[in-house]
């Protein structure tokens, strides 16, 4: 599966961004798709997470009430809307997409290796 991020840049704190996921698979049914974020000297952690088959979404804690994901089957992409953006969500965000089955989803959707597909990024910028 390739993925190709897209819809980053720089706001001021306060404002919204929309990130797109698009895949080159037949289908994201059976996919999770995740989006992590990665800052300057700061390990890789996990935004948020949409089971494409169901639509059940995950979220961390720090963008909980703020960033909504969602997925459009039909066009193959996911997006993560933004908003309320605060200068800590500046990062490289990607999105990586896997398999996993629905039991396991609650355990293992955060962990970067479960993820084998990965997009190149994109940068968010948030200034105060």
């Known amino acids: 599966v390739q993925l190709v991020e897209s819809g980053g840049g720089s706001v001021q704190a306060g404002g919204s961004l929309r990130l797109a996921c698009r895949a080159t698979?037949?289908?994201?049914?059976?996919?999770?798709v995740t989006w992590f974020r990665q800052a300057p000297g700061k390990e890789r952690e996990a935004v948020s997470s949409v089971m494409c088959r169901d639509g059940t979404t995950y979220y961390a804690n720090s963008v909980k009430d703020r960033f909504t994901i969602s997925s459009d089957n039909d066009e193959h992409t996911v997006y993560l809307q933004m908003n309320s953006l605060k200068p800590e969500d500046t990062a490289v965000y990607y999105c990586a997409a896997e398999r996993i089955p629905p039991q396991m989803i609650d355990r293992y959707w955060t962990s970067a290796p479960t993820y084998d597909s990965w997009g190149q990024g994109t940068q968010v910028t948030v200034s105060s």
């Open positions: 698979v037949f289908t994201l049914d059976g996919y999770a």
